[in-house]
C-alpha cells in the first residue's frame, strides 16, 4: 500500500558531497516520521537521521555536523544531504516512514536503499 523509492546513490572521494532522496507513494493520508539507515558491509543495521512531520530533526553521532536531512510534505519526500564524506560512510542507505494511509491505519515501510561508496 505504500511505496518507498531511494535515488541519489553513488560513489564519491572522501571529502565529497552526495545527496539522497526518497519519494513514498501510494494510499498515503499523511506521513509522520521519516528517517535514513545505513548498514555497511557484516555490520547492523544503524539509524542515521530522522525528521518528525514538523519539521524536527535528530542525527546518530557518527554523522552530526556532516549530514542534513529535511522533507517536502507537498511531495511526499525526504532528503539527506551528505557532506564531507568519509570512508566509513560507505554502506547502504535506507529509507523510512511511518506513514497514515488512506484508511486511517499507521505503516512503518522501507525503501529497497540505495550504495553509497567513498572512495580514499
Known amino acids: 500500500q505504500v511505496q518507498l523509492v531511494e535515488s541519489g546513490g553513488g560513489l564519491v572521494q572522501a571529502g565529497g558531497s552526495l545527496r539522497l532522496s526518497c519519494v513514498a507513494s501510494?494510499?498515503?493520508?499523511?506521513?509522520?516520521?521519516m528517517g535514513w539507515y545505513r548498514q555497511a558491509p557484516g555490520k547492523q543495521r544503524e539509524w542515521v537521521a530522522t525528521?518528525?512531520?514538523?519539521?524536527?530533526?535528530n542525527y546518530g553521532d557518527s554523522v552530526k555536523g556532516r549530514f542534513t536531512i529535511s522533507r517536502d510534505n507537498a511531495k511526499n519526500t525526504v532528503y539527506l544531504q551528505m557532506n564531507s564524506l568519509k570512508p566509513e560512510d560507505t554502506a547502504v542507505y535506507y529509507c523510512?516512514?511511518?506513514?497514515?494511509?488512506?484508511?486511517?491505519?499507521?505503516?512503518?515501510?522501507w525503501g529497497q536503499g540505495t550504495q553509497v561508496t567513498v572512495s580514499q
Open positions: 501510494g494510499s498515503i493520508f499523511s506521513i509522520n516520521t
Open positions: 525528521i518528525g512531520s514538523g519539521g524536527s530533526t
Open positions: 523510512n516512514a511511518d506513514v497514515r494511509l488512506t484508511t486511517r491505519a499507521i505503516v512503518n515501510s
